[in-house]
Structure formats: C-alpha cells, structure tokens
C-alpha cells in the first residue's frame, strides 16, 4: 500500500520560523510519522522553505518538496506541487482542508489518478476577518470547500459535535468518521519541576503563571485573555500572563498592556521551537483559550496542556466540549464574555484542590489521544476504503 499525503506545508526536522507550521500540518506530520512506523510507503506532496525542489527521504517515506515562489499570508503557494506529484503513483490520496495550495493539489491530483481520497477536516474558514488578502483568500478557499466535501470518499473530523454544527460538515454526515487529534504523549512526559522549566526559560518563580499558547490571532481571543488578565491582577497581583507564540497581534497586544500598565506582568515569549514546548506548557499553572469563532474545531493546544497535567480553561464553542468537560478536566466559559473569564481564572487561581482535580483527570483522558491509537484506527480505514472500492 502507498499512501500520498498533500499538505501546504510539512515540519522539517529543525523547526524554521520563517516556515510557518499551522495546527493542520502539525498533525498531518505527527500522523505520518506515527504510519511510517507499519508496513507502508508514503509518498508527502508538499511546499518547500525555498524557492528550489528538495526531497528528503526517510526509510520508506519520501517528502517531496516543491519550490515556494510567492507566499499567501503564512502560506508558501507552489505551482509544481499541482503537477509534479502526477510523476507519482499511489493508492490513496490523504488531505488536511487547509489553506491552499494542498487541499487543491490533492484533489486535482485524485481526479486525475482516479484514485480515493480521504479527507480531514479541522473547522469552517471564517471570510469575515483579517486583511483584506486573507478575506479573499479564505473566500475562494470556501468556495471551492463544496467539491473536495462531494468528491472526498471519507472525511475524517475530529469531533461528530463540530460536524453537527457545521456549516459545511452538516451536508455531509454519512461521509463523517470520527478520529480526533493525536498527541506524542512522551513529549510531555518531562522529569523536570515546575520550577526547572521556569528556571530554563528564565521565568518567574514564584507567582502563577497564566498560559496562552498558539498563533496571535483574532479567533484564538488573546485580547480577551489579555482584558480579563487586567481585571484578575487586582486580586491576584502576584500572577503572570504569558503569551507564547508569535502572530499579526502581537504589536496590539504589547501595545494595550502598555496602555493599561500591566506590562510587567504580561510575557510574550514569541515563536517557540517544537522542543521546547513542553517545558512551557510544564511551566504553567493554568492554561486558557479564549477562543471566539466556532470554526474552533479540536485544538491541538489544548490536548498538550492536558498531557502535562495543566489545568484548562476554554471557550464552550466548536469541538471543544468533545474536549472539556466542565468542571471534571477544565472549565468552560461563554466565548467573547471577560467577565465570565475573569470568574474562572480567579477559581482556579486561589483553589489548587481544584487544579489538581483537572489536573488528575486530564493526566488519565488524555491517553486515548496517542497518536499509536489515531495511526491504528486511520489505517482501518485505509485498509476498509481500499476493499471496499
């Protein structure tokens, strides 16, 4: 059996920040590591850092990767990765929607190979915010969201409660099969102390630490975050916010720290390394995402805070609940309400019963989640499509 997978962008070995990895490709690449360890070829149909062609084999995985030439947003947009995969042969085409150019590419590519094509969906694009170039590109991304559906023999979401509620997925319920997002649980396993990963990345010792991680953007709430973590310094003064990961709001955020005074309280560590991630995580006493948009189907941040044992609070939106249940593993609030934030951040904070029970329970879900359990159960279906066709 070979297996192509297209993805508009894949990790290579050493992290590249100017080579952005968005949740998507993350988990495509942690899926086909997980599957190259069985009995098969893959074949990764991707773009490349730069503008020439590479190909990076390992064992019996192939990554080709085709020449950036002009970049969309963070995405590298490569014109050969939409005809130079037809020099290859497979016998399933495996695809994250995504922004372009993979999904495109995978599905030019299975039309022409007349060949299965399965698809993973992570959440709706949402055309109403941004730049004006993200707006139009998410809009044409939408557009054509409707064939790959129709055309996609199976399509995997992570949550059957995001498919229900879909705008896209709701069409398409018999096609739907429920895989979530994995997680390298080992990754998380750290020998280290709270206060060794705060020592390595030179943070605070002493006073709590409130966790964001994940690229700035509107839908992810940092700003919210930020607003309820003003009004939570009152009662907890001794308490630090930290932002890691870079994105298009990270002048606005530093910028309103300034304004409300509250910048020595408040860390924006910028782009962090896929290795050094769980000593963040690690470092941590709470962990929020206050995310604003129900296109926010299964994030990927969530499942490592739950792997290193740190408390959750999150928006009740998209596939979170599949996620989060309130009150056992983490807390759920109503998304865009600081107010509602503020309440759970000051619970957890001044109640560390509270975090160890979240914590505890977090610690025993989260191992359903290794990505030894996705990898068997995406290669059942694999092996049913093939049959079956």
Not at 35 to 63: P, Q, W, Y
Not at 253 to 262: P, S
């Amino acid at each position: 059996m070979i297996i192509g997978y297209f993805s508009s962008t894949f990790p290579y070995s050493v992290s590249n920040p100017k080579y952005f990895c968005g949740g998507s490709s993350l988990a495509t690449h942690s899926l086909v590591n997980e599957i190259s360890n069985s009995d098969i070829d893959i074949k990764v149909f991707t773009t490349s850092a730069d503008s020439e062609d590479h190909l990076d084999m390992d064992g019996r995985m192939g990554i080709y990767r085709y020449a950036t030439k002009i970049k969309l947003l963070t995405s590298p947009i490569s014109l050969g990765l939409f005809h130079k995969p037809l020099e290859h042969d497979v016998d399933l085409v495996h695809v994250s929607f995504d922004m372009p150019p993979g999904p495109f590419a995978a599905y030019r590519y299975a039309r022409k190979k007349s060949l299965p094509l399965i698809l993973t969906y992570h959440g709706d694009w949402d055309p109403d915010y941004g730049s004006f170039v993200r707006k139009v590109g998410v809009s044409i991304n939408n557009k054509f969201v409707s064939d790959l559906l129709s055309y996609a023999d199976i399509i995997i979401s992570p949550s059957k409660l995001y498919a229900k509620k879909s705008k896209y997925l709701s069409k398409y319920l018999d096609k739907i099969r429920v895989i979530p997002n994995g997680i390298d649980l080992d990754e998380f396993q750290l020998n280290y102390s709270q206060s060794e990963c705060r020592e390595k990345l030179n943070l605070p010792l002493e006073c709590k630490i409130i966790l964001f991680f994940g690229y700035l953007t509107p839908y992810k709430g940092p700003d919210i975050l930020l607003g309820a973590f003003r009004e939570v310094l009152k009662n907890q003064p001794d308490t630090v916010l930290l932002f890691a990961g870079n994105g298009n709001m990270e002048d606005e955020l530093k910028k309103l720290a300034r304004q409300w005074n509250i910048q020595d309280n408040v860390i924006f560590a910028g782009f962090v390394d896929k290795k050094m991630r769980s000593l963040y995580y690690k470092s941590a006493d709470i962990f929020c995402l206050p995310s604003t948009m129900s296109t926010e189907c299964y994030p990927l941040a969530i499942l490592e805070a739950m792997a290193s044992g740190v408390p959750v609070v999150a928006s009740d939106i998209g596939g979170i609940p599949d996620i989060i249940e309130n009150n056992v593993n983490g807390l759920l609030v109503t998304p865009t309400n600081p107010e509602k934030l503020e309440d759970n951040l000051n619970l957890l904070l001044q109640n560390p019963e509270i975090r160890a029970k979240f914590s505890e329970n977090a610690l025993k879900g989260i191992k359903k989640y290794s990505w030894k359990n996705i990898a068997t159960e995406t290669l059942k279906l694999y092996e049913s499509l093939l049959e079956n066709r």
